[in-house]
């Protein structure tokens, strides 16, 4: 970000979009407090980026950053309506689709707390070959991952198990959960579709339609536990294994 850019104008752009955000909260029927930690990218026109990529892609495909907060796609972003000091991660349909599961996490599955979402990761504090790279590429999260230890299984209850698979569902399968890989990391939620993928830019499409739709989106009262919405959860579980 420029270094002559004002206070007020720093504070009145981070208004605009915060302010934005809330209100889209309220209109599905609750008022959610954004986050005061998130970092607003640079405007157009401004100084030249720094050179954070690397020209590797994480296993998922998407390009990994040496940084974040730099100049780059990776930013750190607030996650309304949790006590989070915002998350790390890729700018656009990936950072919508993320976000939205670490809400539905906290509202659904156990209330979160500052500390306990981790996004972006240094190319080199994660191992290649595993769906941990995809951390570094701003395109996946890991939650609590004090709870669920990598290469560990069994730490969910199985109510909340049903939860992560009716969030996978909602998803159409652009997010796929560590459990369910041959190295079990249940911590992790990561972008399971390539860079242009079309799926990924409609299922965030529709995430952003329900955030401005009363009743509908990120703690809104679908019960998992519904038929129907088990039957599509457990389809989709079955392509992901």
């Known amino acids: 970000m420029s270094a002559d850019i004002s206070r007020r104008t720093l504070l009145s752009r981070t208004a605009a979009v915060t302010g934005g955000a809330a209100l889209a909260s309220l209109a599905g029927g609750t008022l959610l407090a954004p986050s005061a930690q998130a970092v607003t990218p640079p405007a157009a026109g401004g100084p030249a980026p720094s050179p954070v990529t690397t020209g590797q892609p994480s296993l998922n495909g998407w390009e990994m950053e040496k940084a974040a907060d730099d100049g780059g796609s990776i930013w750190t972003r607030p996650v309304l309506g949790t006590p989070l000091d915002g998350v790390q991660v890729r700018m656009g349909d990936a950072e919508t689709v993320l976000v939205h599961v670490i809400q539905r996490f906290h509202y659904e599955i156990d209330t979160l707390r500052r500390g306990d979402v981790v996004g972006w990761r240094h190319p080199g504090k994660v191992r290649k070959g595993l769906a941990e790279s995809n951390l570094a590429s701003g ?6 991952p004090d709870f669920y230890p990598s290469g560990q299984r069994g730490g969910y209850f199985p109510n909340q198990l049903v939860i992560v698979r009716d969030i996978l569902a909602d998803l159409e399968g652009v997010v796929r959960w560590g459990g369910d890989d041959k190295k079990s990391d249940e911590a992790l939620f990561y972008i399971d579709v390539k860079p242009g993928d079309g799926r990924l830019l409609k299922v965030a499409d529709k995430v952003r339609g329900w955030a401005a739709t009363p009743g509908e989106g990120a ?23």
Request: proline residues 7%; glycine residues 4%.
């Open 139 to 144: 395109t996946a999260v890991h939650i609590r």
């Open 219 to 241: 703690g809104a009262s679908a019960d998992p536990f519904e038929p129907a919405r088990r039957r599509a959860a457990k389809r989709l579980a079955r392509l992901q294994a």
